[in-house]
């Protein structure tokens, strides 16, 4: 997502400076790009990354301690002086606050509302290139591997949360606004795996909402909390879905600018970089 925004705001000729824990490896972004160090587990270094900056997008990552770092990025901004502070959360969070890492997006959320600081928040959807790290499994097995269940999910391209992002950051009419980011279709796992049949050329099969089979798997490539945190939210995606209202869409294309993209046009992009269709 950062990489995307980036490009974005360059492409608007805006001074852009990325924070990252790693600037000799080129952090987030492209050429034309400031990279600066901050850790926001390590609040001293926020000063020199914020000094002189009027304008922050916060995205926190997953961590288990994500709630505090999203309030020291918080404090970071107020004291730095900056102007508006736009914070990614989740699409409808405060309807779904059990997993671990929503509940730091509501708590986020509260500090960035009680800092003075002028905000926006970008709600999205759960993202289509999650699929991306699927390759393997659909590619060599024929499976997708991805628990969420047949309720729905308005799941949403990251290309749009960018173009949201970046309004959110440029314009000021959105200050003070929570802005759902979903995509058009309702999409289940199963009608999923089809598409992906479809443009792969070969069969996809979903490989079932059972949580523990998941978790089991899961574990071998990740670490227990995050897998834990995980199998919360795939229950809830399960139980209740994660799908967008009309209110939720037209709040979309309002902060998007355009209709937003689909997710057989996503897969058809992505079978054709694979080199298989």
Not at 12 to 33: K, L, W, Y
Not at 37 to 43: I, N, Q, V
Not at 176 to 184: F, H, L, N, Q
Request: with cysteine; net charge negative; aromatic share 8%.
């Amino acid at each position: 997502m950062g990489t995307q925004l980036v490009s974005r705001l360059l492409e608007r000729d805006c001074d852009v400076r990325v924070m990252t824990r790693s600037p000799e490896n080129g952090g987030n972004g492209r050429p034309g790009a400031e990279r600066v160090y901050g850790d926001l587990t390590e609040p001293e270094s926020l000063n020199a990354a914020f000094d002189g900056v009027d304008r922050v997008y916060l995205l926190t990552p997953l961590d288990p301690d994500e709630a505090e770092m999203g309030r020291a990025g918080v404090r970071a901004a107020r004291e730095a002086g900056v102007e508006r502070l736009v914070f990614q959360s989740v699409h409808n969070v405060h309807d779904h606050p059990e997993p671990p890492h929503f509940r730091s997006k509501i708590e986020i959320e509260e500090a960035v509302r009680e800092s003075g600081v002028a905000w926006t928040f970008i709600c999205p959807n759960s993202f289509f290139q999650n699929d991306l790290r699927l390759k393997e499994p659909m590619l060599q097995h024929g499976v997708y591997p991805h628990p969420f269940g047949s309720a729905g999910a308005s799941r949403v391209d990251v290309r749009d949360i960018a173009d949201a992002a970046a309004a959110a950051l440029l314009d000021p009419d959105h200050e003070g606004k929570s802005y759902p980011v979903a995509g058009p279709d309702v999409l289940t796992a199963e009608g999923t795996a089809a598409i992906w049949g479809r443009h792969l050329g070969r069969e996809i099969r979903y490989t079932g909402d059972d949580l523990d089979v998941w978790a089991a798997e899961a574990r071998k490539m990740i670490p227990g909390w995050l897998v834990e945190d995980l199998v919360i939210m795939y229950g809830v995606f399960q139980d209740r879905g994660l799908i967008a209202s009309e209110e939720d869409l037209r709040l979309t294309r309002e902060i998007v600018g355009h209709d937003p993209r689909s997710f057989d046009k996503f897969a058809a992009e992505t079978a054709k970089e694979w080199g298989v269709g």
